[in-house]
C-alpha cells in the first residue's frame, strides 16, 4: 500500500519565502560553472573538461609565493568576461598589473572591472557585502539571476590584518594579534557565502600557506584558521617548481611552434594539487606551464594529463603516440600535439562525450607517486605525498 505524501513542507516552503523571499530551500546544486580557461584546471576543479569554477560557491587557491595564484585568476577573469560576468577585484597585495591584465586578454573597462583596494578584513567584508547586495538588487529588479552574473575575487586573503592589528600598528603598540584576524575572517565567510550563493556569483580566494608545525609529515595548509580549510567548496593547493630544459618543448607549442629569441625569463611552472572539493575526486595532481607573455593557455599540461590517465598511449614507435578515444591511423609526436591539430580533435571528442553524459572519472597519480608505489612493500603504509618543499 502506497504511504500518503503529507502536504506539510509544500506550506512550510511557502511561509517561509513569505517572510524571506531570499532564503534558499532545498538541496541545489551549481547551474553555472565559469571556465577557468584551461582543460586540466577545468578537470581538476570539476571532474568535467567543461566545467570550471561553480556560480555560488567559494574556490581558495592556496600555496607559495610566486606560484601562479595571481595568473590563474587572470585568466580567470578574461574568462568570465567573455561569459558576461561582471568582476570586482579585492586587492589587498597592490600587486595588479594593468599591464599583464590587458595580455591575458581581461577587459580593463571600468564597467566590467572594478578593482578595490583593501587592507583589512573588516574593510574586505563592507566591500563584498556592498557589492553582493547592490548584485542582488539588480537581479530582483531584473526578475533573472543570469542577466546580471558577478565574479568576485579577494588576493589575498593572505594579505590582510585585522582592524585591531592596523589600529595597533599606527599607535607603535606591537602586541601579537591573539587571533583577531581569524575571528574576522570567520565572522566574514560567515556572513557572506549565504550571499554569494543566493546571487549565483563565483568567488575566487587566493591565499598563503604555511607549513603543518608539530607532525611528522607537515603539510602546506592554508592560512586565517579552520574557517578557511572548511569553508570553501573547493580549495586548490599550488607549489612552484623550476622550468626544465624538458619543459621547453611544451613551452615551444604553446608559443605556436618557436619560443621568441629575445625572451629571457619565460614562464613559472604552477604544480597544482586539489587538496578540497566537494563535487569531484580529491588529490589529484597536475603540472601546469604558465608563459609569462600571455598567461595560461587552454592547452598547457594536456599532452602529459591525458597520457598519465590512459587517453593517450604509446605508438608505433618510439616517441610516437596515439588516443584510445580517437583511433588516428598515423601516430603523432608530442611536439606536434598541438601545432598538428591533435589535441584539438582529441578534446572536440571528449567535450562530446561528456555531452552525451559520459564522465571521466580519473584517480590522478603523478610520476612521483607512481615511482613511490614501485619502491613500496607489498603491505606497507605508505605516507601522504607532499611536495610542497621540493624546488
Known amino acids: 500500500m502506497a504511504k500518503k505524501k503529507s502536504s506539510l513542507f509544500d506550506s512550510v516552503r511557502k511561509n517561509l519565502i513569505k517572510k524571506n523571499d531570499d532564503i534558499v530551500l532545498d538541496l541545489t546544486e551549481p547551474k553555472i560553472w565559469a571556465d577557468s580557461g584551461n582543460y586540466v584546471l577545468n578537470h581538476i576543479l570539476s571532474g568535467s573538461f567543461s566545467k570550471g569554477y561553480p ?7 592556496f600555496g607559495a609565493s610566486g606560484s601562479g595564484k595571481s595568473f590563474l585568476t587572470a585568466r580567470a577573469i578574461a574568462k568570465a568576461q567573455e561569459a558576461g560576468y561582471m568582476v570586482a577585484v ?55 539571476n ?56 563565483i568567488c575566487i580566494l587566493t591565499n598563503h600557506s604555511a607549513l603543518e608545525v608539530g607532525v611528522m609529515f607537515p603539510q602546506e595548509l592554508p592560512k586565517g584558521g579552520k574557517i578557511m580549510e572548511y569553508a570553501p567548496s573547493i580549495s586548490l593547493r599550488i607549489g612552484k617548481g623550476k622550468i626544465k630544459p624538458a619543459d621547453l618543448v611544451e613551452l615551444e607549442y604553446l608559443y605556436g611552434g618557436e619560443i621568441p629569441k629575445h625572451l629571457g625569463a619565460l614562464g613559472i611552472v604552477s604544480r597544482i594539487e586539489l587538496y578540497k572539493s566537494r563535487f569531484t575526486r580529491p588529490f589529484r ?107
Request: aromatic letters at 6%; proline letters at 1%.
Open 146 to 201: 543570469s542577466e546580471l552574473k558577478l565574479m568576485i575575487i579577494v588576493d589575498s586573503i593572505g594579505a590582510l590584518n585585522s582592524t585591531k592589528a592596523l589600529d595597533d600598528a599606527e599607535r607603535n603598540h606591537h602586541a601579537s594579534d591573539m587571533g583577531t584576524k581569524a575571528k574576522a575572517l570567520t565572522k566574514m565567510i560567515n556572513i557572506v557565502t549565504q550571499k554569494i550563493g543566493i546571487t549565483e556569483s
Open 285 to 391: 595532481k597536475v603540472q601546469l606551464m604558465i608563459p609569462y607573455d600571455f598567461g595560461l593557455p587552454e592547452y598547457a599540461g594536456l599532452f602529459d594529463y591525458l597520457k598519465d590517465n590512459g587517453i593517450i598511449i604509446e605508438g608505433g614507435r618510439k616517441g610516437y603516440y596515439n588516443c584510445t578515444e580517437v583511433t588516428f591511423e598515423k601516430d603523432f609526436s608530442r611536439k606536434d600535439f598541438i601545432k598538428g591539430g591533435w589535441a584539438d580533435i582529441i578534446m572536440k571528442h571528449l567535450l562530446a562525450e561528456e555531452a552525451k553524459g559520459h564522465i571521466y572519472d580519473f584517480i590522478m597519480k603523478s610520476a612521483e607517486d607512481i615511482e613511490r608505489e614501485k619502491s613500496s612493500k607489498d603491505d606497507m603504509i605508505v605516507e601522504e605525498f607532499d611536495d610542497s618543499n621540493e624546488d
Open 90 to 144: 579585492l586587492d589587498s597585495e597592490q600587486a595588479i598589473s594593468q599591464d599583464y591584465l590587458l595580455k591575458c586578454g581581461v577587459d580593463i573597462d571600468p564597467s566590467m572591472l572594478m578593482t578595490i583596494q583593501v587592507q583589512t578584513v573588516e574593510q574586505t567584508q563592507d566591500a563584498m557585502i556592498e557589492v553582493l547586495d547592490g548584485v542582488r538588487a539588480e537581479q530582483k529588479a531584473l526578475g533573472n
Open 55 to 61: 556560480a555560488g560557491r567559494m574556490v581558495q587557491l
